[in-house]
């Protein structure tokens, strides 16, 4: 494997979960927001990975041997589970029940997502920073 596969998967990973963290950090700012431009409440994203070739050259290469993959964002879903209902009559956004269309975001679940990404994100960090070393290492050792 070459050193500067390691960079380039270790990079992929880095811009998926920078993407993850996006996301995640928009649901928790969002996590109270009854009224949106579309109508209704927030809706809940979610970020999908898959496994993606690293650039053209490696397609080209992966055809005639086992190539290394990086990974890369596929899709941002929105959740269409039904909003929860809080019953507060006097919030502007009330319908004639009393009731407020609230986002379904669980901010819990959505830190509990947050620290995952993050450590994944600093699991990446080190990568680089091992393949550094051991680059830095190699060239002591040819001098």
Known sequence: MDIL???QISGSALRAQSQ?????SSNLANAETT?????????????YFQSAPLSFKE???GKMKNSMQGVAVTKIIEDN???????NPSHPDA??????EMPNISTLEEMVDM???????????TSIKMA???????LEIGR
Do not use: C, H, W
């Not at 620290?115 to 960090?125: H, I, L």
């Not at 550094?132 to 190699?138: E, F």
């Open 5 to 7: 596969n390691t960079f």
């Open 20 to 24: 993850r963290l996006n996301t995640i």
């Open 35 to 47: 009224s949106t431009p579309e109508g209704g409440p927030y809706k809940k994203k979610s970020v």
């Open 59 to 61: 397609e080209l290469d």
């Open 81 to 87: 589970t039904a909003p929860r209902k809080v019953y």
């Open 95 to 100: 319908g004639e029940d009393g009731y407020v």
């Open 115 to 125: 620290m995952s990404a993050t450590r994944s994100y600093q699991a990446n960090v």
């Open 132 to 138: 550094k070393r051991m680059a830095l290492k190699a």
